[in-house]
């Protein structure tokens, strides 16, 4: 079973120790087996020190850190459930190989697909179009790391970190803001898994029979058959969540493998439908001289590379809310390093097909599932593969898109949401996003949507990784992070972090004057400065929220929180 059958199958309940009458037992074993590895941890430092290159060894053992998750001994019932308990020694399930084929499941899927095909789309050539994808995901593994590695040392998940710099009640301001990304993506996966349902339809009946129906409603922007494969869609998938995800488990284990191969073959038949690789990789770069972009090359990569680092810049955040279930440091290390080359590899295969489409087609097409149901090879391959691209969308959307808004509601309020009723609220609120205009054109996908929720995560990344590796030097007080005390180390004032608020919105408002510039809610000409920091709203964000965060935790009203 891999990662994210294992991952799924442990999000309803949760494997973290439960919180019951015989929770002081339990707390009591676990403090003796963390009395325990303390000792051992002394004793290998020791050791570390008296060998030679001692800083080089000093430097790996300091990130290696052994688990140290133990249950809370005395938690306010508002701020602790089964759901956010943590994920002690025992309850840990996966290893290294485990979150290679989770990341596997997740990059094999029509966004990365499209997200890659747009890059040609905006101009580049597919060699540029690699290396922004590989810059983007290298940056992005760093960053996982990091995240990940509180989840792995505490057991802890996103909403339960953010209490630390954001304080126990205050952490619900990111953790919801988090939720609602995940919700817009819910939405556009849908509107995918929907999309390729309409293509089916139109197959089985022929003759775009199902398709001359789709005219579309000025209003919505979209057609009614359209519109009813998509709540088909977000149907079959409520209706997983809320009988549990153990109804996908095998469906999960065997989707990436079925994509993969399907991926494959759609390389292959654009190689021999275009007259070899030569054809479709000879597509020169739109910024060269005599192209339709000369020199406008730094103006679509700075957002393109934002655009590739805020496509998992949600994952990036919420990813303790796996890693608090790998087995130690080195398997969430390892398990993710295999990101920047899945990525890579898909990315290739999306930009070489999309160059090939418009060698074959004239026009190049970056809409994958619109790229199936025009392949000739009779009703049975149009059908399978449609067919697999929605089976992948939907185990990619349950795992990616439900687990992260999930845990911010039950955070919220653990004593009113589960999982099952936090996934309702979640397919509710994706309708509102209007899925089908955000995937209209590349650069409303890339612009608005990609850019435009990273000015919102970057500020949130910034001040969690500031607090937890320099204010507090990888240190965390589990108890303090379970209660409402206002002697607690997280109670800060109310229970709101006043530091991490201020930098949370200096993070993300540089970037609002060219947001709404770009989705047309701004008709006034803004300087050129604004559009330029919008376009790097992941960086903006991330660096600003951060400095400011550090400068205000320097006063001695935070300081007494540290």
Same mark, same amino acid.
């Given at each position: 079973m891999n990662g994210a059958s294992r991952i799924l199958g442990s999000i309803a309940p949760l494997a973290a120790a439960p919180f019951s009458s015989s929770r002081q037992q339990g707390t009591t074993h676990f403090q003796?087996?963390?009395?325990?590895?303390?000792?051992?941890?002394?004793?290998?430092?020791? &050791?570390?020190? +008296?060998?030679p290159?001692?800083?080089?060894?000093?430097?790996?053992?300091? /990130?290696?850190?052994?688990?140290?998750?133990?249950?809370?001994? &005395?938690?306010?019932?508002?701020?602790?459930?089964? %759901?956010?308990?943590?994920?002690?020694?025992?309850?840990?399930?996966?290893?290294?190989? %485990?979150?290679?084929?989770?990341?596997?499941?997740?990059?094999?899927?029509?966004? =990365?697909?499209?997200?890659?095909?747009?890059?040609v789309e905006l101009g580049?050539?597919?060699?540029?179009?690699?290396?922004?994808?590989?810059?983007? &995901?290298?940056? *992005?593994?760093?960053?996982?790391?990091?995240?990940?590695?509180?989840?792995?040392?505490?057991?802890?998940?996103?909403?339960?970190?953010?209490?630390?710099?954001?304080? $126990?009640? #205050?952490? &619900?301001?990111?953790?919801?803001?988090?939720?609602f990304v995940a919700c817009g993506w819910y939405g556009i996966e849908t509107w995918i898994g929907g999309e390729a349902i309409f293509r089916i339809v139109d197959v089985m009946l022929g003759k775009n029979r199902f398709s001359n129906l789709a005219e579309s409603l000025?209003?919505?922007?979209?057609?009614?058959?359209?519109?009813?494969?998509?709540?088909?869609?977000?149907?079959?998938?409520?209706?997983?969540?809320w009988n549990g995800i153990e109804s996908i488990k095998k469906l999960e284990k065997y989707s990436a493998p079925v994509l993969i191969v399907l991926t494959v073959a759609l390389l292959v038949w654009a190689v021999v439908s275009a007259g070899g690789f030569g054809a479709m990789l000879a597509a020169s770069s739109a910024f060269g001289?005599?192209?339709?972009?000369? #020199?406008? /090359?730094?103006?679509?990569?700075?957002?393109?590379l934002t655009a590739?680092?805020?496509?998992?810049? *949600?994952? +990036?955040?919420?990813?303790? %809310?796996? +890693?608090?279930?790998?087995?130690?440091?080195? %398997?969430?290390?390892?398990?993710? @390093?295999?990101?920047?080359?899945?990525?890579?590899?898909?990315?290739?295969?999306?930009?070489?097909?999309?160059?090939?489409?418009?060698?074959i087609f004239g026009h190049a097409i970056s809409n994958p599932i619109e790229l199936l149901s025009r392949i000739r090879g009779g009703f049975l391959v149009a059908v399978v593969s449609l067919i697999g691209v929605t089976l992948a969308t939907l185990t990619t959307n349950i795992a990616a898109n439900v687990?992260?808004? @999930? =845990?911010?509601?039950?955070?919220?309020?653990?004593?009113?949401?589960?999982?099952?009723?936090?996934?309702? $609220?979640?397919?509710?609120?994706?309708?509102? /996003?209007?899925?089908?205009?955000?995937?209209?054109?590349?650069?409303?996908?890339?612009?608005?949507?990609?850019?435009?929720?990273?000015a919102l995560l970057g500020p949130i990344g910034g001040i969690l990784l500031a607090d937890y590796y320099i204010l507090r030097q990888r240190k965390l007080d589990i108890d303090s992070l379970y209660s409402s005390s206002n002697t607690g180390k997280y109670w800060y004032s109310k229970g709101v972090n006043p530091a991490a608020m201020v930098a949370l919105t200096a993070g993300i408002l540089p970037c609002i004057p060219g947001f709404l510039s770009t989705v047309g809610l701004l008709k006034l000409k803004i300087p050129r400065l604004l559009l330029a920091l919008y376009d790097g709203a992941w960086f903006v964000g991330f660096f600003v929220a951060g400095l400011v965060y550090l400068t205000l935790s320097c006063f001695p009203r935070v300081e007494r929180a540290l």
């Amino acid at each position: 079973m891999n990662g994210a059958s294992r991952i799924l199958g442990s999000i309803a309940p949760l494997a973290a120790a439960p919180f019951s009458s015989s929770r002081q037992q339990g707390t009591t074993h676990f403090q003796r087996s963390h009395t325990m590895e303390l000792h051992e941890e002394r004793e290998l430092h020791r &050791n570390l020190l +008296s060998m030679p290159h001692r800083p080089a060894f000093t430097a790996s053992y300091c /990130f290696l850190e052994p688990i140290c998750a133990t249950l809370p001994s &005395n938690p306010d019932p508002s701020l602790a459930s089964q %759901d956010l308990a943590p994920v002690c020694k025992e309850g840990r399930l996966l290893s290294s190989w %485990d979150m290679t084929f989770l990341w596997l499941g997740l990059v094999v899927g029509v966004p =990365n697909y499209y997200l890659a095909g747009s890059l040609v789309e905006l101009g580049m050539a597919w060699w540029q179009g690699i290396g922004t994808v590989l810059l983007a &995901n290298v940056i *992005t593994y760093c960053i996982l790391v990091l995240a990940a590695h509180p989840g792995t040392k505490y057991g802890i998940s996103f909403p339960v970190l953010l209490r630390a710099s954001f304080g $126990v009640f #205050g952490a &619900n301001v990111p953790a919801l803001l988090r939720g609602f990304v995940a919700c817009g993506w819910y939405g556009i996966e849908t509107w995918i898994g929907g999309e390729a349902i309409f293509r089916i339809v139109d197959v089985m009946l022929g003759k775009n029979r199902f398709s001359n129906l789709a005219e579309s409603l000025p209003l919505l922007g979209t057609s009614v058959p359209e519109l009813g494969c998509f709540f088909l869609f977000w149907l079959l998938q409520l209706w997983i969540v809320w009988n549990g995800i153990e109804s996908i488990k095998k469906l999960e284990k065997y989707s990436a493998p079925v994509l993969i191969v399907l991926t494959v073959a759609l390389l292959v038949w654009a190689v021999v439908s275009a007259g070899g690789f030569g054809a479709m990789l000879a597509a020169s770069s739109a910024f060269g001289r005599g192209g339709r972009k000369e #020199g406008k /090359f730094w103006q679509v990569f700075l957002p393109s590379l934002t655009a590739n680092i805020g496509t998992w810049s *949600t994952l +990036s955040l919420n990813i303790p %809310d796996f +890693s608090r279930y790998t087995y130690s440091q080195a %398997d969430q290390i390892l398990g993710q @390093a295999s990101l920047p080359l899945f990525m890579a590899a898909f990315s290739f295969v999306g930009l070489a097909v999309t160059s090939a489409s418009e060698v074959i087609f004239g026009h190049a097409i970056s809409n994958p599932i619109e790229l199936l149901s025009r392949i000739r090879g009779g009703f049975l391959v149009a059908v399978v593969s449609l067919i697999g691209v929605t089976l992948a969308t939907l185990t990619t959307n349950i795992a990616a898109n439900v687990v992260a808004p @999930a =845990n911010a509601l039950v955070n919220l309020d653990p004593k009113r949401f589960t999982y099952r009723s936090s996934g309702l $609220v979640v397919a509710v609120i994706s309708v509102c /996003f209007l899925p089908w205009k955000l995937l209209q054109t590349s650069e409303s996908f890339i612009y608005a949507w990609l850019v435009g929720y990273s000015a919102l995560l970057g500020p949130i990344g910034g001040i969690l990784l500031a607090d937890y590796y320099i204010l507090r030097q990888r240190k965390l007080d589990i108890d303090s992070l379970y209660s409402s005390s206002n002697t607690g180390k997280y109670w800060y004032s109310k229970g709101v972090n006043p530091a991490a608020m201020v930098a949370l919105t200096a993070g993300i408002l540089p970037c609002i004057p060219g947001f709404l510039s770009t989705v047309g809610l701004l008709k006034l000409k803004i300087p050129r400065l604004l559009l330029a920091l919008y376009d790097g709203a992941w960086f903006v964000g991330f660096f600003v929220a951060g400095l400011v965060y550090l400068t205000l935790s320097c006063f001695p009203r935070v300081e007494r929180a540290l």
